[in-house]
């Protein structure tokens, strides 16, 4: 069965394109034909000292392929095939898979673990090769390369499989052998990397050992040592351990916590980045477990909170603070112009950001003498750290402890912004006036920090920092978005309005830079021209109503662009989506306000055909920025938008078809409820379409799950539209519905994950359920609708004994248990006072706090007692 495949792989990385062509294609067929034959052969090939280590490394790449893929859909067929294999043939593949480990070649070595890992990945859940673990184990006594591939094939299958197919005993086992291998007594680097980065990975299955004091202590003396190996590697992986530990296993650390601190203090203070990067690491872990403790259960540990908050932070505050203070000095010196720069000065800024929203106030005092001593130093190093402390603490303390420093420092930052040498100082000081407007500013603050004499300052010199270097240019548009922002909740007049006309023109000049392709500008720019918009008053408008026609002729140049490399077509997609963007905001301004919204709607049409080129620009994938300016059009032109649809069908049809692009899908099915909403029964034309597509998109395992809930409620933006008409889909959706409402009503054992994924599924249900019965209201067809009332109840009465509903989804429900009785009259009423929670469900959302459950179940309650009473 096997085959010769040597010189075909060989081929397959071969310079000349045409070898490699057929090569690739030999491979594909052989695949197709003959797979047992196809694995044995490339099992073979990996495990062959005599072969040459590149045509072995892509065989054990082309085996790991042919088990996993990213696609779910994909995946599960692989698996299936895999399964469905030969026991042989699989037996074969694994003992050369084994035999590879002792292989003196590590790019061998290593691909084999990886490939047993995912055939583990496999097999394991299914109760097969229990063998595995312990054979590996077996291996500790060989040779130190051979120990070094176990022990990463072990990591890798710890990454693979989940901690409830292992059992217990095994996996004492495998720490057992990973905590040796840290500790070598032969001290071999290599054996001893690998066994701190399989740790990394088995700290998921440790859950019983850390509850267990001496296993805890042992497993943290070994990390603890292995932080301070000669071996920078070998450094960097401990401190991921202890990283890992600190979320795993928050609550079991206060014993170490002291230790842990001087470890990581030395390690920052003087060791290699890599290394200093995961000592920061760890406070920053340790700040997202408290923070998230204490947004959870306040500031009271009752009863029922899991994990009490140890204030870790508060303790070490005093030290941990000026640790990270001193890092702020190690900028580098292109930083700002790097986008995805990650050095020692930003971890340290970031995780003094995460200390200031753990501890508040508390932070304040133990900063400001850092930012007054080194804020005018002549040094950039040491005004550019100072900025940046500054900016870091401004979200966490309590306006009432800022609001005075920030009013005595804003006159300084504006200067510094114009007038400072040096870029860097500017470009933090651009992104800490940008955090001061995000958190400091707005109609909920009570001491403004925007004020009628600071406003047309401050606004003067984001406008000519919007000219400085596009990485400065950029954060001063971030800044200008969180001012304008702040005034979004205004309806009267805004501080803004006089200069209006100024800072649109300054955007619109800053996205036409010749360099406003670096550092995200001409995003930024477009982002805080929505902004302005979306936060302007109505003093604005004709001003606003000025901007459609300069948007609309950026957008038409960029369809004119002929002949384009892929490169700048990319560009041209990107702009258009800024430009529909722009056009989405700009309608829903302008639609939904009736003075205005005559003089815009003279454009609509223009408009509506630029929004088609943006669509017919693009072969295979829809716009989606011009699919929600599409839904916003729609909803400002009402039945009037039925005047396009004979055109934008075909692209609407096609986003519902793209399973890749999921969020295009979700965002093609949002726009299909704002037409139901605009276009009521002239939608009908199009509905069989619609509903054939969006059955399609449930029935199949490609689309990613988060489409589904969104889907399921436009059934009901479709029935509410159509009425009675909807009749024909009853028999299609109704049981979809149902089998969707069965799966969602039980969660138990559901992770946190899940039950907001059902939580989803669940409301989108009952929108569904929702609108059909408002849709059949009052017409002769409602009869129809009563062999489904007692499933829906069923469904109602599980979702209410689960008790895990969130408030949205008991909103819903109970609106729902009101619709059926509402729809279905004297019909529902013996079924309600049959089912077995009815009752309970709506006496608990009478007495809710929150007022819509409660109207919800007002409206419920008036709804039921005249079915009753009938």
């Known amino acids: 069965m096997a085959m010769e495949v040597t010189q075909v792989l060989l081929n397959a990385q071969s ?119 312990g054979s590996l184990l077996s291996n500790q006594q060989l040779p130190a390369h051979v120990k070094q591939a176990t022990l990463e094939t072990l990591g890798y299958l710890c990454e693979e499989v989940s901690p409830d197919v292992v059992e217990q005993d095994q996996v004492n086992k495998i720490l057992t052998a990973v905590v040796q291998g840290m500790n070598a007594e032969d001290g071999n680097n290599d054996v001893r990397l690998a066994a701190t980065r ?25 990390v603890c040592q292995a932080t301070l190996s000669p071996e920078v590697k070998i450094r960097q992986a401990a401190f991921e351990c202890l990283v890992s530990i600190s979320s795993t ?84 010196e292109d930083q700002d112009q790097d986008e995805v720069a990650w050095n020692l000065a930003m971890a340290g800024g970031t995780c003094l950001g995460l200390v200031a929203r753990t501890v508040g106030d508390d932070i304040v005092p133990l900063v400001m003498p850092f930012i007054e001593e080194n804020i005018t ?70 001491v403004p920090i925007v004020t009628p004499a600071n406003c047309q300052q401050i ?80 003093e604005t408008a004709p001003m606003v109503l000025q901007l459609v026609p300069v948007i609309m002729m950026e957008l038409h140049q960029t369809l004119e662009a002929q002949k384009l490399s892929s490169d700048e077509r990319e560009k041209q997609s990107e702009l258009q989506g800024l430009l529909c963007g722009c056009l989405q905001v700009i309608i829903q301004k302008l639609g939904t306000s009736e003075q205005t919204k005559y003089a815009f709607m003279q454009y609509a049409d223009q408009i509506m055909s630029l929004f088609l080129r943006v669509f017919a620009c693009r072969s295979a994938t829809v716009h989606e920025e011009a699919m929600l300016a599409i839904g ?25 078809q793209n399973f890749e692009e999921y969020q295009v899908c979700a965002v093609t099915v949002g726009v299909v409820g704002d037409l ?108 129809l609708l009563i062999p489904y009332a007692p499933h829906i109840l069923q469904f109602l009465d599980s979702i209410y004994m689960e008790k895990d509903m969130d408030d949205v989804v008991m909103k819903t429900a109970i609106g729902v248990l009101g619709d059926l009785a509402d729809t279905l009259g004297s019909n529902a009423g013996s079924l309600i006072q049959q089912s077995v929670s009815s009752k309970d469900f709506l006496i608990e959302c009478l007495s809710s706090d929150d007022h819509l459950i409660k109207e919800s179940a007002e409206w419920a309650q008036m709804a039921i007692s005249r079915a009753i009473s009938v």
């Not at 204030?311 to 505050?317: D, G, T």
């Not at 303390?397 to 005075?404: G, M, N, Q, R």
């Not at 912004?417 to 400091?440: M, P, Q």
């Not at 916003?632 to 096609?654: I, N, Q, S, V």
């Open 15 to 133: 310079v000349d394109s045409t070898l490699r062509k057929h090569a690739e294609e030999t491979l594909k067929q052989f695949q197709e034909q003959n797979l047992p034959g196809f694995l044995l052969s490339l099992s073979g090939e990996l495990a062959s000292e005599e072969k040459p280590v590149d045509s072995r490394k892509l065989a054990g790449l082309i085996l790991k392929n042919a088990l996993d893929a990213k696609e779910q859909h994909r995946k599960y067929e692989l698996v299936q095939r895999w399964l469905s294999l030969d026991v042989a043939v699989k037996t074969q593949i694994k003992t050369c898979l084994l035999q590879t480990l002792s292989s003196l070649a590590p790019d061998a070595r290593s691909t084999a673990s990886q490939v047993i890992a995912k055939v583990a990945g496999i097999e394991l859940p299914q109760k097969q090769w229990p063998e595995l673990i």
């Open 198 to 222: 399989a740790l990394y990975n088995a700290l998921g299955f440790a859950q019983a050992n850390f509850n267990n004091d001496m296993e805890r202590d042992f497993i943290m003396r070994v």
């Open 249 to 332: 296993y928050y609550e079991k650390l206060s014993p170490y916590i002291q230790d842990i601190f001087s470890i990581t203090a030395k390690a920052v203070r003087e060791d290699e980045e890599p290394v200093a990067l995961q000592a920061i690491e760890f406070w920053s872990s340790i700040c997202d477990e408290e923070i998230d403790i204490l947004e959870d259960y306040g500031g009271d540990f009752t009863a029922d909170s899991d994990v009490p908050c140890y204030n870790f932070i508060k303790q070490a505050l005093p030290a941990l603070v000026p640790m990270l203070l001193e890092t702020l000095l190690k900028q580098e």
């Open 377 to 446: 130093k002549p040094d950039w190093r040491q005004r550019e750290a100072a900025t940046y402390a500054f900016g870091s603490i401004l979200e966490g303390p309590s306006p009432d402890k800022l609001t005075p420093i920030v009013n005595g420092a804003l006159n300084f930052m504006l200067t510094a912004l114009t007038k400072d040498a040096n870029s860097h100082v500017k470009d933090t000081t651009a992104w800490t006036l940008g955090r001061i407007f995000e958190f400091l500013h707005g109609s909920t603050v009570e």
């Open 459 to 538: 606004i003067t010199v984001l406008i000519q920092s919007m000219k400085d270097a596009p990485n400065v240019a950029e954060k001063a548009c971030g800044a200008l978005y969180f001012l304008a922002q702040g005034y979004g909740d205004v309806a009267a007049s805004s501080p803004l309005t006089p200069f209006f006309q100024e800072i649109v023109q300054s955007l619109l000049t800053v996205t036409h830079r010749e360099d406003a392709g670096e550092s995200r500008l001409r995003t930024a720019a477009y982002e805080a021209l929505n902004e302005v918009v979306r936060c302007s008053t109505d």
């Open 632 to 656: 916003a059009l729609a909803y400002a032109a009402g039945p009037d938008f039925a005047k396009y649809m004979t055109e934008f069908y075909k692209y609407l049809e096609m986003g519902l």
């Open 676 to 783: 139901c909403r605009a276009l009521e029964d002239k939608i009908i034309p199009y509905c069989d379409g619609i509903m054939t597509q969006l059955l399609k998109d449930l029935s199949s395992n490609q689309l990613h799950r988060s489409v589904k809930p969104p889907i399921f409620s436009c059934f009901g933006d479709i029935a509410l539209a159509i009425g009675e008409n909807f009749e024909k889909y009853l028999i299609y959706a109704m049981p979809m519905l149902q089998s969707a409402a069965e799966l969602s009503a039980h969660t138990s054992g559901a992770d946190d994950e899940m039950l907001d994924y059902t939580n989803l599924l669940r409301n989108g249900i009952l929108e569904a359920y929702s609108g059909i019965f408002q849709g059949f209201k009052n017409s002769p067809k409602t009869q």
